[in-house]
């Protein structure tokens, strides 16, 4: 009850306070101003928001958009208020992971990934003036991704491995979709699925101003799709089922990955594991170059397990950090029962700074950093073939 106050009082201070938004030239108060244009945004629409600990509250758009400005975590489940429920018996099931022994195969695949893609996409991703999930450049993005996804698909998979991969928009009410690319597995008794995702869409503080989101997570985006690019350019053909998905709104908490999780409860998938992607490209000067992995509202033994691939396949080492409540995508997976982890550029102090503004482009610091970024890649074909397997036949 205490901390329910408290979160009251945030939200009462931030609405109180438009200095927030000093950088911004509008304010979110003293502005009367209520329609954008070329965004599709009712700043007092009321929606259900959940907090850590707490009853779920019903609060504005613009209340959000606040909470987010002071670094508070939160779901809005206006339209997933039931995740996880009907999986609740699954938190028994303590599944296990293997320790990792592909090398033989994963190496080769490494060995073919290439900053190339990344650097190339990132520019033409960060292009668009925002990639917010209520914005017509956001619904652009989208459709950018979603073309570049079909066009690596020709160009790469084998035209056999081709009719195995279904590419599909998954739909939401905002306008901007999710992205779920699957490589069907070869069993005909696993229906499991191994999941990679990152999210697609950006922020600013205030939403209507710019947001190249290079860093937040235009490098997620581009990090896994040069993973899909080289598994599919090696011919890969996984046991279990491989998805590859790029989340709508994660920036309006976590609406994209939750809608999709849903979907995949409501159909008992059998989703075994899952990794998420949220900024792999920043290294702070000083620091030394680590991968940072999140022990909080995640799966412990995939934990366990992921830091093990990133000992036998990474060039730089892990180190253990949390990211708090609702921080990524993995999140709603967790909340849906299902395994996930999720690794970030550092640990969490460490991480960009420029997020959410106007500044965070892949070139205005040397911080930024593509072969940090190309780690990641290693990591993601890592986990898909140690966990998806592979069949040769
Ligand atoms: C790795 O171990 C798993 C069992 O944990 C086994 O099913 C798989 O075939 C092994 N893979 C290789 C490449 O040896
Ligand atoms: C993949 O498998 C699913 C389920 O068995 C099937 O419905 C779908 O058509 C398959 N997709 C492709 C591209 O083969
Ligand atoms: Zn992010």
Known sequence: ???????????????????????????????????????????????????????PVWLTELDKINLKAQGVGFFDITDTPSLGLANSLRSDLKPQFPTPNASDLVIPVIKTLSSDGPIQNLKDFTSFRTRYYRSDTGRQSQQWLLSKISEITSLHAPKSLQKQISINEFSHPWGQNSIIVRINGSSATDDSIVIVGAHQDSTNMWPFLPAPGADDDGSGTVTILESYRALIAANYRPTKSVEFHWYSAEEGGLLGSAAVAQAYEARSANVYAMSQFDMTAWVKKGTREEAGVITDYVDLSLTEFHKQLIDEYLDIPWVETKCGYGCSDHASWNKAKYPSVFTIESAFENHSPNIHSTKDTYDYSDEFSFSHMLEFSKLAVAFVIELAGWSKE
């Open 1 to 55: 009850m205490r901390a329910f106050t408290i979160i009251l009082a945030f939200v009462s201070a931030a609405l109180a306070n438009p200095l927030l938004f000093a950088d911004s030239q509008q304010t979110p108060l003293g502005n009367q101003q209520t329609t954008y244009p070329g965004f599709d945004v009712d700043l007092n629409e009321r929606r259900l928001i959940q907090l850590e600990g707490q009853q």
